[in-house]
């Protein structure tokens, strides 16, 4: 299986990169920067200079040409402002799932976050972030070419993952791992049932397998 992931070098992505290549899937991480290659190569991906920022959808569609699902890891970053939220956490987005459907490619997988809302209030940089992503899920859910799903993780740690958590699509609030979002998102690319469904994600006590399997079966 090949699988194309936008924002390669984020730090849910290389944890997914790593456990993809184990399994023995063929890997590919999207990067803005060439510095970045050796990490992904060191995770056992296929780094690609692709910067979604300034590419075309026909450019990005190349790359995902060859690949069974693609998966949207990107993100603008704490240290952005508002400004890049909307060009890269919600136009990046719909540019790479834009190319997801040009290229022929069903299976998309969102990573978004708990709270995300088009309509969230506020004017802080945080709430530009949600305003974006919550515009960018629901321009996936409008989607009939896709099999999408959209995963919404709590507040994100870098405790070592516990491979325990709840995942339903309404969790409430609670923290949780990138270990194990990485780990959820791995079993989210080999369930299709999944798709369609908007799920969040904190850590509790549950095995991810389980859980997916879970969300599959409702």
Not at 15 to 20: F, G, Q
Not at 70 to 99: I, M, W, Y
Not at 139 to 160: E, Q, S, V
Request: glycine fraction near 10%.
């Amino acid at each position: 299986m090949r699988i194309v992931i936008a924002g390669g070098h984020g730090q849910i992505a290389l944890r997914l990169e790593r456990l993809l290549a184990a399994r023995g899937d063929e890997v590919a991480g999207l990067i803005r920067s060439a510095d970045q290659a050796p990490d992904l190569e060191a995770a056992g991906a296929e780094p690609i200079l692709c910067d979604l920022e300034s590419a075309s959808v026909e450019e990005v569609a190349e790359h995902l040409r060859a690949a069974d699902a693609a998966v949207f890891a990107a993100g603008a970053g704490p240290g952005s402002g508002a400004a890049r939220k909307e060009t890269v956490d919600r136009a990046a987005a719909v540019l790479f799932a834009d190319a997801a459907e040009r290229a022929g490619v069903r299976r998309y997988l969102v990573v978004s976050s708990m709270g995300a809302d088009p309509a969230h209030q506020g004017d802080e940089v945080f709430d530009a972030y949600l305003r974006a992503k919550g515009a960018a899920d629901d321009d996936i859910r409008g989607r009939k070419d896709l099999d999408w799903t959209i995963l919404r993780p709590g507040m994100l740690t870098n405790d070592a993952g516990t491979g325990l958590v709840r995942l339903e699509a309404h969790t409430g609030r609670g923290p949780v791992p990138r270990d194990d979002v990485a780990a959820v998102l791995a079993e989210l690319v080999d369930t299709p049932a999944t798709a369609g469904l908007t799920l969040e994600l904190i850590s509790g006590s549950t095995p991810v397998s389980v859980a997916v399997k879970s969300v599959a079966g409702n």
